[in-house]
């Protein structure tokens, strides 16, 4: 996780100084955040810059309110749910759900997640609009909302890792902050409906039927406020729900889709190829060989074993002794199957299985115990590989300078043919 410098709070620019003496404060402050920048960006980079941006802007959304909001909460504690729509200061609430929305997305930014991008820019955007109609002037707020909307669009890329467990967590709390500014907005505009919501239930009602766009018309907005309102949350509405099913839905859904199809695809695609059993060490030297001649090689692995296989190998992990695992590795369209499991039982059970599944392909049996061959031999494989025996015979025939040639190989392979 990167590091960031210590966030210093600039001081406010005196009201009282004339407007030349102000632009030269100004002046001074906007030099200094430009060194603290440049000092963040060479620390943590973009997500660094991000972080420090949003934590500033929620800091400066927030600590204003903290008086209005203490009177807030005492109200609705005393009073209950019928005092809330009767607290002026309830118009703050939106102020402290976008700062704590944009404090929120701090680890977010640092651990580059694509998620708190996405609300990242929706809640920048929401943060210099709601601070320009507060003070109706680009204050710090809007400016820090707007430098950290436009790292967030320059720098997108930076932002690209996914975690379904971090995209429904941000995803849960930017619903959720979204929920409680309609609510709660709903009641402070609730003169400005028909019939008026005065209501805690009634408001959240209303929220929900709104940025579900499902409106059934029993509450109506008639003033501009109300209007202005209820349009902020259709949109928002539409924007984080579409955002929550792209983030946490999407990859869930895409990914059974994109398995799904592969599968299908790799299915239809094994036909003259070379099929592997086992996930010893000569059946991965083997495939390791075939695929090295650019040859599709299909390998079914046993479960339970450590694959020794790339991600990027065709590999199915099932028991090789049932038919509709060979028929889904494409053994009757294969060229041949070669069974190099570990024990030589196992080997000799496959390749009966293969020849009774589809008779016409070619099988190979390793062997990994001398002693064994005359048992594998029953079950009458093709091609019948014994490194052990091989190579000693190989071994035996250069020490007594006898000649090696193809034709002694090959009677080496194929036990049927030896006398």
Do not use: C
């Amino acid at each position: 996780m990167s590091t960031v410098p210590a966030t210093p709070t600039p001081p406010e620019v005196p009201k009282h100084l004339p407007k030349a003496s102000r632009w030269r404060v100004l002046n001074a402050r906007v030099a200094a955040a430009w060194r603290f920048a440049v000092k963040v960006w060479s620390q943590g980079g973009p997500q660094g810059l991000a972080a420090v941006l949003a934590l500033l802007s929620g800091v400066l959304q927030i600590s204003p309110q903290f008086r209005h909001l203490r009177l807030a909460v005492l109200g609705i504690v005393q009073r209950g749910a019928e005092g809330i729509s009767g607290l002026a200061d309830l118009a703050t609430f939106p102020h402290v759900v976008i700062g704590a929305g944009l404090i929120l997305m701090i680890p977010g930014f640092l651990l580059r997640a694509r998620v708190a991008w996405v609300l990242g820019l929706l809640l920048s955007v929401l943060s210099a609009g709601l601070a320009f109609w507060a003070t109706r002037r680009p204050d710090a707020t809007v400016v820090l909302s707007a430098a950290l909307l436009l790292v967030l669009l320059v720098y997108g890329r930076h932002f690209s890792r996914s975690s379904l467990a971090a995209s429904s967590l941000f995803a849960l709390l930017g619903v959720g902050s979204l929920l409680i500014y309609g609510t709660l907005g709903s009641l402070w505009f609730g003169a400005g409906y028909t019939p008026p919501i005065h209501s805690l239930p009634t408001a959240f009602y209303y929220t929900i039927e709104t940025m579900s766009t499902v409106g059934y018309g029993d509450i109506v907005p008639h003033t501009l406020q109300a209007r202005m309102f209820t349009v902020s949350m259709i949109v928002l509405g539409i924007s984080v729900f579409a955002t929550t099913l792209s983030v946490v839905i999407g990859p869930v859904v895409g990914g059974s889709l994109k398995r799904a199809l592969e599968g299908k695809m790799q299915k239809e695609q094994r036909k003259n190829h070379y099929v592997i059993i086992g996930a010893s060490s000569l059946a991965y030297a083997m495939w390791k060989e075939l695929t090295s001649r650019n040859v599709p090689v299909t390998v079914i692995a046993p479960v339970g074993s450590s694959s020794p296989y790339p991600e990027s190998a065709d590999v199915i992990t099932a028991d090789a002794s049932r038919n509709e695992v060979l028929e889904l590795a494409g053994v009757p369209q294969a060229k041949a199957v070669l069974t190099l499991r570990d024990d030589d039982a196992e080997n000799a059970f496959a390749v009966l299985a293969v020849k009774e599944l589809a008779p016409g392909v070619k099988t190979i049996a390793g062997v990994n115990d001398v002693r064994h061959v005359s048992k594998i031999r029953r079950v009458q494989p093709d091609v019948l590989f014994a490194p052990q025996l091989l190579g000693s015979q190989l071994l035996a025939r250069d020490l007594f300078e006898e000649p090696i040639d193809n034709d002694t190989v090959h009677k080496l392979l194929f036990p049927q043919k030896q006398p």
